[in-house]
Structures are given as C-alpha cells and as structure tokens.
Nanobody
Framework: QVQLVESGGGLVQPGGSLRLSCAASRLIFSVYNMAWYRQAPGKQRELVASITASGSANYVDSVKGRFTNSRDYAENTMYLQMNSLKPEDTAIYYC?????????????WGQGTQVTVSS
C-alpha cells in the first residue's frame, strides 16, 4: 500500500524557517509528479508548490522566493524548505502524488502536518 508521510511541521516565529518532508513508501517515485497543498482554517485547500517527476518546480506567487521544493530520488522523499515565514503561511500542509500524464495510476495524499507561524 502506498503511503505518503509528512513531517517537519511546528510552531515558528515570523521570519523563521521550517523544512517539511514527504516520504513516499511503495511508490515508483520517478514516475510521479509531487506537490504540496495547504489548507488554512475556513479556507479552501490551495496548491503551494509542485515538482514534476523530472524535477521541475513551480510555486504559487505568494511563496515565490521564500519556499523551495525539491525531491531526493534515492530517498523517495520530497522536501519543502520554507524561509521568511509569515503568519499567513499558517495552515495544514499536505503532500500529494499523481502519476505523470499518460500513465495510469492513483492519486495519493498524506495525512498533513501543521505549520503555525506566530509570535
């Protein structure tokens, strides 16, 4: 059974940094596009950053220049380095995996990890 397990969330002061991890077990990591979504209280889940199977990353405008999405193929793990955090970054962050276009397969979600930015 495929599992995505996030870790690295926590409480941080504004301006601080966190690194989230998403470990993918039993997933053919190299043929899945990966992404980070977040959901703040009372708001819809939004796409924050994505990274293709080949390693090309994209970001929502609000995090460009502050967040870096990367993936380690040897460890089957995706990372989100978050710098210069703001209170508006507070949310539950979810890891997502989807098969590359043309490949059959399922989408997978992690359980989420809480990020709280507060003084």
């Amino acid at each position: 059974q495929v599992q995505l397990v996030e870790s690295g969330g926590g409480l941080v002061q504004p301006g601080g940094s966190l690194r989230l991890s998403c470990a993918a077990s039993r997933l053919i990591f190299s043929v899945y596009n990966m992404a980070w979504y977040r959901q703040a209280p009372g708001k819809q889940r939004e796409l924050v950053a994505s990274i293709t199977a080949s390693g090309s990353a994209n970001y929502v405008d609000s995090v460009k220049g502050r967040f870096t999405n990367s993936r380690d193929y040897a460890e089957n793990t995706m990372y989100l380095q978050m710098n210069s955090l703001k209170p508006e970054d507070t949310a539950i962050y979810y890891c997502h995996a989807g098969p590359i276009p043309g490949l059959s397969g399922h989408d997978y979600w992690g359980q989420g990890t809480q990020v709280t930015v507060s003084s």
